[in-house]
Protein backbone atom coordinates (compact mmCIF):
# COMPACT_ATOMS: atom_id res chain seq x y z
CA UNK A 1 0.00 0.00 0.00
CA UNK A 2 1.06 3.56 -0.77
CA UNK A 3 1.64 5.82 1.95
CA UNK A 4 0.40 9.27 1.42
CA UNK A 5 1.31 12.51 3.37
CA UNK A 6 -1.19 14.11 5.32
CA UNK A 7 -3.10 16.57 2.76
CA UNK A 8 -1.66 14.93 -0.18
CA UNK A 9 -4.55 12.99 -2.54
CA UNK A 10 -4.49 9.88 -2.85
CA UNK A 11 -3.64 8.36 -6.07
CA UNK A 12 -7.01 7.20 -8.07
CA UNK A 13 -7.31 3.44 -8.34
CA UNK A 14 -8.34 1.51 -11.31
CA UNK A 15 -9.42 -1.68 -11.40
CA UNK A 16 -6.99 -4.03 -13.81
CA UNK A 17 -10.16 -4.85 -15.30
CA UNK A 18 -11.29 -1.53 -15.98
CA UNK A 19 -8.34 -0.98 -18.47
CA UNK A 20 -9.15 -3.71 -20.18
CA UNK A 21 -11.95 -2.73 -23.27
CA UNK A 22 -15.37 -3.20 -22.61
CA UNK A 23 -16.90 -5.30 -24.46
CA UNK A 24 -19.18 -4.11 -27.37
CA UNK A 25 -22.68 -4.43 -28.37
CA UNK A 26 -21.64 -6.60 -31.34
CA UNK A 27 -19.92 -8.81 -28.74
CA UNK A 28 -16.12 -8.45 -30.41
CA UNK A 29 -14.78 -7.34 -26.88
CA UNK A 30 -11.64 -8.47 -26.13
CA UNK A 31 -13.07 -11.53 -23.57
CA UNK A 32 -15.07 -12.60 -26.41
CA UNK A 33 -12.04 -12.51 -29.16
CA UNK A 34 -9.86 -14.56 -26.45
CA UNK A 35 -12.55 -17.33 -25.69
CA UNK A 36 -12.75 -17.77 -29.42
CA UNK A 37 -9.42 -18.02 -30.41
CA UNK A 38 -9.05 -20.48 -27.25
CA UNK A 39 -11.93 -22.43 -28.47
CA UNK A 40 -10.32 -22.50 -32.14
CA UNK A 41 -7.44 -23.37 -30.32
CA UNK A 42 -8.98 -26.30 -28.60
CA UNK A 43 -10.70 -27.69 -31.75
CA UNK A 44 -7.62 -27.86 -33.30
CA UNK A 45 -5.51 -29.40 -31.10
CA UNK A 46 -8.62 -32.09 -30.37
CA UNK A 47 -8.21 -32.54 -34.57
CA UNK A 48 -4.47 -32.90 -34.18
CA UNK A 49 -4.63 -35.11 -31.74
CA UNK A 50 -6.83 -37.30 -34.04
CA UNK A 51 -4.65 -36.53 -36.48
CA UNK A 52 -1.82 -38.20 -35.32
CA UNK A 53 -2.74 -41.81 -34.86
CA UNK A 54 -3.90 -41.87 -38.29
CA UNK A 55 -0.72 -40.87 -39.56
CA UNK A 56 1.38 -43.55 -37.52
CA UNK A 57 -0.73 -46.23 -39.08
CA UNK A 58 -0.37 -44.69 -42.32
CA UNK A 59 3.49 -44.93 -41.63
CA UNK A 60 3.35 -48.43 -40.51
CA UNK A 61 1.59 -49.40 -42.97
CA UNK A 62 4.07 -48.06 -46.03
CA UNK A 63 6.67 -47.27 -43.81
CA UNK A 64 6.69 -43.60 -44.90
CA UNK A 65 3.94 -40.92 -45.39
CA UNK A 66 3.15 -41.56 -49.37
CA UNK A 67 2.44 -38.02 -51.10
CA UNK A 68 -0.59 -39.48 -52.59
CA UNK A 69 -2.37 -41.15 -49.59
CA UNK A 70 -1.64 -37.68 -47.68
CA UNK A 71 -3.72 -36.29 -50.39
CA UNK A 72 -6.60 -38.55 -49.31
CA UNK A 73 -6.51 -38.68 -46.40
CA UNK A 74 -6.96 -34.94 -46.48
CA UNK A 75 -9.94 -35.03 -48.50
CA UNK A 76 -11.58 -37.86 -46.32
CA UNK A 77 -10.93 -35.95 -43.51
CA UNK A 78 -11.40 -32.59 -44.64
CA UNK A 79 -8.28 -31.10 -42.99
CA UNK A 80 -6.65 -29.11 -45.40
CA UNK A 81 -3.39 -30.91 -46.63
CA UNK A 82 -1.04 -28.23 -45.47
CA UNK A 83 -2.61 -28.32 -42.22
CA UNK A 84 -1.54 -32.07 -42.54
CA UNK A 85 1.68 -31.33 -43.62
CA UNK A 86 1.99 -28.35 -40.29
CA UNK A 87 1.37 -31.80 -38.30
CA UNK A 88 3.34 -34.38 -39.98
CA UNK A 89 6.69 -32.46 -39.77
CA UNK A 90 6.49 -31.01 -36.39
CA UNK A 91 7.46 -34.93 -35.37
CA UNK A 92 10.01 -36.51 -35.99
CA UNK A 93 8.47 -39.62 -35.94
CA UNK A 94 7.26 -39.04 -39.15
CA UNK A 95 8.91 -39.42 -42.63
CA UNK A 96 8.30 -38.43 -46.11
CA UNK A 97 10.78 -40.82 -48.22
CA UNK A 98 10.63 -44.61 -48.00
CA UNK A 99 13.22 -46.15 -45.67
CA UNK A 100 16.61 -47.67 -46.91
CA UNK A 101 17.21 -51.22 -46.41
CA UNK A 102 19.07 -50.36 -43.87
CA UNK A 103 18.32 -47.50 -41.29
CA UNK A 104 21.38 -45.56 -39.39
CA UNK A 105 20.42 -43.58 -36.52
CA UNK A 106 23.54 -41.71 -35.64
CA UNK A 107 23.35 -40.52 -31.81
CA UNK A 108 23.64 -36.93 -31.39
CA UNK A 109 23.01 -37.35 -27.53
CA UNK A 110 25.26 -34.75 -25.58
CA UNK A 111 27.81 -37.62 -24.43
CA UNK A 112 27.93 -38.63 -28.49
CA UNK A 113 27.91 -35.11 -29.08
CA UNK A 114 31.05 -34.23 -26.79
CA UNK A 115 33.04 -37.47 -28.36
CA UNK A 116 32.69 -36.84 -31.72
CA UNK A 117 29.82 -37.58 -33.47
CA UNK A 118 29.80 -34.84 -35.90
CA UNK A 119 32.78 -37.09 -37.01
CA UNK A 120 30.84 -40.10 -37.06
CA UNK A 121 28.33 -37.78 -39.42
CA UNK A 122 30.90 -37.02 -41.80
CA UNK A 123 32.39 -40.21 -41.95
CA UNK A 124 29.28 -41.49 -43.02
CA UNK A 125 28.49 -38.75 -46.11
CA UNK A 126 31.97 -40.25 -46.74
CA UNK A 127 31.28 -43.98 -47.11
CA UNK A 128 27.64 -43.46 -48.45
CA UNK A 129 27.36 -39.84 -50.37
CA UNK A 130 24.49 -39.49 -48.02
CA UNK A 131 24.00 -36.90 -45.29
CA UNK A 132 21.45 -37.21 -41.88
CA UNK A 133 17.92 -37.32 -43.26
CA UNK A 134 18.61 -38.37 -46.46
CA UNK A 135 18.40 -42.07 -48.29
CA UNK A 136 21.54 -43.20 -50.27
CA UNK A 137 20.80 -43.38 -54.12
CA UNK A 138 21.15 -47.13 -54.24
CA UNK A 139 17.87 -46.77 -52.01
CA UNK A 140 19.64 -49.29 -49.60
CA UNK A 141 21.02 -46.76 -46.64
CA UNK A 142 18.94 -43.90 -44.67
CA UNK A 143 20.75 -42.12 -42.58
CA UNK A 144 18.79 -40.57 -39.05
CA UNK A 145 20.37 -37.82 -36.63
CA UNK A 146 18.80 -38.84 -33.08
CA UNK A 147 18.95 -38.29 -29.80
CA UNK A 148 20.05 -40.16 -26.81
CA UNK A 149 20.19 -43.67 -27.87
CA UNK A 150 20.67 -44.74 -24.25
CA UNK A 151 24.07 -46.22 -24.02
CA UNK A 152 26.33 -43.09 -23.59
CA UNK A 153 28.87 -45.27 -22.16
CA UNK A 154 29.84 -46.23 -25.76
CA UNK A 155 29.54 -43.26 -26.93
CA UNK A 156 30.27 -41.85 -30.19
CA UNK A 157 27.35 -44.42 -31.04
CA UNK A 158 25.32 -45.36 -33.84
CA UNK A 159 22.76 -48.10 -34.29
CA UNK A 160 22.59 -49.71 -37.77
CA UNK A 161 18.91 -51.66 -37.44
CA UNK A 162 18.96 -53.04 -34.04
CA UNK A 163 22.23 -53.36 -33.35
CA UNK A 164 24.32 -50.68 -31.59
CA UNK A 165 27.97 -49.73 -32.79
CA UNK A 166 30.01 -48.07 -30.01
CA UNK A 167 33.22 -46.45 -28.93
CA UNK A 168 33.29 -45.33 -32.85
CA UNK A 169 35.69 -43.57 -35.09
CA UNK A 170 35.94 -42.48 -38.81
CA UNK A 171 37.70 -46.44 -39.26
CA UNK A 172 35.46 -48.13 -37.60
CA UNK A 173 32.26 -46.46 -39.35
CA UNK A 174 33.83 -47.24 -42.53
CA UNK A 175 34.12 -50.81 -41.52
CA UNK A 176 30.69 -51.41 -40.17
CA UNK A 177 29.24 -49.58 -43.71
CA UNK A 178 31.80 -52.05 -45.60
CA UNK A 179 30.46 -55.25 -43.88
CA UNK A 180 26.97 -53.97 -44.17
CA UNK A 181 27.48 -53.17 -48.07
CA UNK A 182 28.86 -57.06 -48.27
CA UNK A 183 26.01 -58.04 -46.69
CA UNK A 184 28.22 -59.66 -43.49
CA UNK A 185 25.95 -58.55 -41.08
CA UNK A 186 23.08 -59.30 -42.71
CA UNK A 187 20.53 -61.71 -40.31
CA UNK A 188 23.09 -60.79 -37.09
S1 LIG B 1 24.27 -39.60 -25.87
FE1 LIG B 1 24.57 -41.07 -27.41
S2 LIG B 1 23.92 -42.87 -26.43
FE2 LIG B 1 23.52 -41.36 -24.96
Do not use: W
Not at 79 to 90: E, H
Not at 91 to 96: E, P
Not at 100 to 105: A, N, Q, T
Amino acid sequence: MVSSFPGTPEPPFYHPLSLVPSRTTTGTGLFEQVRKMQSSMDEQTMRNSRLIPLLQAMQEECGYLPADRLKVLSEELGVPLSRMYGVATFYTQFRFEPLGRHLVRVCHGTACHVNGAMQIADAMTDCLGTKEGETSKDGEFTVERVACLGCCSLSPVMMVDDRVHGKLDKEKVKEVIGKLMRGELDGQ
